[in-house]
């Protein structure tokens, strides 16, 4: 018996070498019809006999192309047509545009050894590609994915290429970017006044920084300022151009024998290291550790990453550690365009390897860790974007603009969440441009059209500002329930959980910055049932890069005015006018109160000498961190006074690290460890309180405090002991990178509820 099907299959199935694995797999079989790319995926028309159509709906899923993802796939039976033969049909745009689009990837293991063969024609070509590899985000303007849509339109292609391209039996069937030495982009070097240096671009490159220079390297996404990782000058300059004075610096290694010879590995790190995605991967250094004390000062973690370009691979030998920091200005994006790029960056480079394949969208390097065997995002930008969230239910078009630090943006459709690559800071006008512009270029990529915009509740954030010039619905949404809402939302669940998020600063409803909150959280939602004690910030946001003047508050509320008396190392170390900032808060001047989390561990820092000043965000609690490292301690002191809301107070657990420092019986190490099991402990006991309230197990965990991983260790640990279910971002990171998703999730139910 005859049978025809008309199949549509929505997902990443452009630019991922479906058509030909459709095609190739329909003539095995022997049917006969045809498949397209359209502006919403692949459709197909499969005739033959019925046994074999059956085999072929099967093998589409089980075996389609390693970067493929089916996210939907329909069938509908129809009238036989009698076609002659199976056909690779053209593109037809006329459909809705809702095809995925694969993300910037590794180069793939075919074309790293056909790059690396000299008998093949790409030898040493730093832009081999295939359908199983290569840029894509970085490089598309428009859908449906074909070359004129495309930075590669300017390109054409040679008479191989095109013979690959044209052959549905070829893994470079349109592959998009496919190109040669005879007919793709290349590379250039020139020096710092733009003048072109003589030989081979690659192989001198690679010898100058053998020789200690600086260079700015094109890459997929945008710049990278690459240096020897093992020459402490070098590295040391590149800290002074580039005004980063603490902050640790990322590295490449060649291989993953060195990543080896310089960090602990384990087997889900050795897998995060060589995944698609190939992100910047936090490891903990061993102790023969042989790299430039500036690289990760101080730090026992490196942030690191394999080679994942074509050009990383001809660069790099396999024993070769480079500093890859992003290449920008410190507090600006990643620079992607090539005048801006010799402009802003010729104080810090001394040459630049450039290219002449327009980057179309930036996209920094993603930066993950292991937490419990699985990946944990803490920046999430090339090897994951654009690739969406998949929710457990369909939601009106909503556009999240997110926050204001670590920014991203998030547009659902249907059941998808597209979360936007990683912005930054929006407090510089450069990041704000960008981010205006990613929105403007994803809602045309992805044809969403928003029906309600979601924003942040604080009156001062850019992104809430830019909301409230749109014209449609607004759904107003508090910081730490979206940051709940976000973890929600990538494990699919619905229904009221007690949600912990701890941070640095959130708008609360209350008109206070809150961030060391404990809710019940449901979708549409939430409750506030306790939170850690309001403290002034004495100097207002003075007071987030000078974590003194937290310390000196918590000292005046223990022992009043006279704090030289005490005999504190920390104090002696405050500048002269630290007096003044104490008495003006004490009298409710430019001091706001908080319950930040992320400032109790500031404030534990300073007290312990270990930071006043800091230089990049979190560098206080980062510290403390690596203090407590190893270190054993105790639980000290806290309180919970109860209320609606409840109230943790760590003000006791301070007085303790206090008298023990004016006994001379500190052991800092250990203080540090014990302020860490102190606030796990209370956290835990905090969380048990309103388990036995409400009657619920389980528990979401959100915010940038829970990057901390010695606290997030014992706090799923303690929980999951006490048979509590532990949910964690998967999907996005903890810090403010997942609130868009988690705004939109909200704005998305309560629009559909009507509660808007």
Known sequence: MRQRVHITITGIVQGVGFRPFVYNLARQLGLVGWVLNHSGGVDIAAEGKQAAVDEFLVRLSGEAPPLAMISGMTVTACQPEHNDSFVIRSSDGSAERSALISPDVAVCPECLDEM????????GYPFINCTNCGPRYTIIRDVPYDRPKTTMAGFAMCRDCKREYEDPANRRFHAQPNACQVCGPSYRLIDAAGQDVPGDPLAVTKYLIGQGAIIAIKGIGGYHLACDARNEQSVSTLRNRKIREDKPLAVMAGSLETVRTLCFVSAAEEQLLHSLARPIVLLRKLPGYDLAASVAPGNPWLGIMQPYAPVHALLMDNETVWVMTSGNTSNEPIIYDDDKGFSALNTIADYFLIHNRPIYRRADDSVARVFAGQPYLIRRSRGYVPLP??????????????????????????????????????????????????????????????????YDLHPEYLSTKFALTLDMPRVGVQHHHAHIAAVMAEHGLDESVIGVAFDGTGYGTDGKLWGGEFLVAELTGFRRLAHCRYLPLPGGAKAITEPWRLAAWTLHELYGTNLEELGLDCVRGWPP????????????????????????????????GLRQRINYEGQAAIELEQVADGACGNVLPYEI????????????????????????????????????????????????????????????????????ITLLTRIVAMLEQE???????????????GVALGQAIIAGRRSRSGCV
């Not at 939601?395 to 690559?421: D, Q, R, S, Y």
């Open 116 to 123: 690396l063969s000299p008998a093949d024609r790409r030898y």
């Open 389 to 454: 969230v998949q929710l457990a239910e369909e939601l009106p078009p909503v556009l999240a603009v997110g926050a204001e630090l670590k920014n991203t943006f998030c547009l659902t459709k249907g059941n998808l969440a597209f979360v936007g690559p990683h912005i930054g800071d929006l407090e510089n006008l450069s990041t704000y441009d960008s981010y205006l512009q990613a929105i403007e270029h994803w809602q045309r990529l992805f044809a969403v059209t928003p029906q309600f915009v979601a």
């Open 641 to 708: 006074i109860s209320g609606e809301p409840a109230v943790l107070d760590f003000l006791p657990a301070f007085a303790h690290m206090a008298a023990q420092i004016r006994q001379g019986q500190a052991n800092t190490p250990q203080l540090a460890a014990s302020f860490h099991t102190t606030v796990a402990h209370a956290t835990v006991t905090m969380i048990q309180r309103i388990s036995r309230q409400t009657g619920l197990k389980k528990v979401a965990l959100s915010g940038g405090v829970f990057q901390n």
């Open 577 to 608: 006018g630290w007096r003044l900032a104490i008495e003006a808060a004490a009298k409710g001047l430019n001091a706001p109160l908080t319950s930040s989390a992320g400032r109790l561990f500031d404030a534990a820092a300073a007290l312990l």
């Open 723 to 737: 048979s509590f279910a532990v949910y964690l971002h998967r999907h996005t990171p903890p810090n403010d990178g």
